[in-house]
């Protein structure tokens, strides 16, 4: 069974660093393009960042361009985003998510986990 | 970037009835095109993906079709679990949602 688990959120001040993680299982994790998407409190869905499956290739949105890092452990079947300068508008539930096979489409999602930024 | 408007934002619909949900690329994006369903507190789950084709698992009353710029999501017979809210996706550039389409019981 296909399972992704995030872990790392909670509060922080404005200005503060987190680090999320995702760890994937029931499926060959290092075949996989992976992503983080958010969801802001009674908001839609907003992409966050795309990696590659071996990481060679990285992708994020303008809103978080600089602030936040995305990677990859395929050894130990892990996604992460490390995000710095954190500011209110990032709040929000962020999930990881499993690019579909054929490239159109995130087939599998964690449960997220909330990540509060406020002082 | 590619932005990507739904149209309703809400609909009100009854158990049994037919429920067609628009969304509308501002470029042409041919079938990168993927549906899917969230309830209050849960994950997004996929509908659709490649702007027709059902994922594994997803009941047959759900369909999509479309291409270019213009999708449809379609709900053939509205059942008591389909109350929820919908969400298109474009994958053909850095991918982007729509608003979310809020489908209520009527």
């Known amino acids: 069974e296909v399972q992704l688990v995030e872990s790392g959120g909670g509060l922080v001040q404005p200005g503060g660093s987190l680090r999320l993680s995702c760890a994937a299982s029931g499926f060959t994790f290092s075949s996989y393009e992976m992503n983080w998407v958010r969801q802001a409190p009674g908001k839609g869905l907003e992409w966050v960042s795309y990696?590659?499956?071996?990481?060679?290739?990285?992708y994020y949105a303008d809103s978080v361009k600089g602030r936040f890092t995305i990677s990859r452990d395929n050894a130990k079947n892990s996604l992460y985003l490390q995000m710095n300068s954190l500011r209110a508008e990032d709040t929000a539930v962020y999930y990881c998510?499993?690019?579909?096979?054929?490239?159109?489409?995130?087939?599998?999602w964690g449960q997220g986990t909330l990540v509060t930024v406020s002082s | 970037d590619i932005q990507m408007t739904q149209s309703p934002s809400s609909v009100s619909a009854s158990v049994g009835d037919r429920v067609t949900i628009t969304c509308r690329a501002s470029?042409?994006?041919?079938?990168?095109l993927a549906w899917y369903q969230q309830k209050p507190g849960k994950a997004p789950k996929l509908l659709i993906y490649?702007?027709?084709s059902l994922q594994s698992g997803v009941p047959s009353r759900f369909s999509g079709s479309g291409s270019g710029t213009d999708f449809t999501l379609t709900i053939s017979s509205l059942q008591p679990e389909d109350f929820a809210t919908y969400y298109c996706?474009?994958?053909?550039?850095?991918?982007?949602f729509g608003q979310g389409t809020k489908l209520e019981i009527k």
């Open positions: 490649a702007a027709s």
């Open positions: 990696i590659s499956s071996s990481g060679s290739t990285i």
């Open positions: 470029q042409g994006i041919s079938s990168w």
């Open positions: 996706q474009q994958a053909n550039s850095f991918p982007s």
């Open positions: 998510a499993r690019v579909h096979h054929q490239g159109v489409g995130l087939d599998y």
